[in-house]
């Protein structure tokens, strides 16, 4: 199963922050894992420089601070 995520946070100073992606899980009965899933690719989106920031041209350090998760199911298996 497919699930489309979309975080948003700030990190030091205030800065906002937001993450897209999907992650892909094997088993139906596994949802618990989609945030962790979300999270990770979350935070190497962060690391990497790849997430979207409320400051264009300025990057966001840590500490990181999430404020709001969405999570939808794609249609499909």
């Not at 962060?46 to 500490?63: D, E, F, H, M, S």
């Amino acid at each position: 199963m497919k699930y489309r995520y979309t975080i948003n946070g700030t990190g030091a100073g205030g800065t906002t922050w937001r993450t897209e992606g999907q992650v892909e899980i094997d088993k139906a009965g596994l949802f618990g894992n989609v945030p962790h899933e979300a999270m990770m690719a979350s935070f190497n989106q962060l690391t990497q420089g790849k997430a979207i920031y409320g400051n264009p041209g300025v990057g966001c350090r840590g500490p990181y601070d999430v404020t709001s998760m969405l999570i939808e199911k794609l249609p499909g298996k």
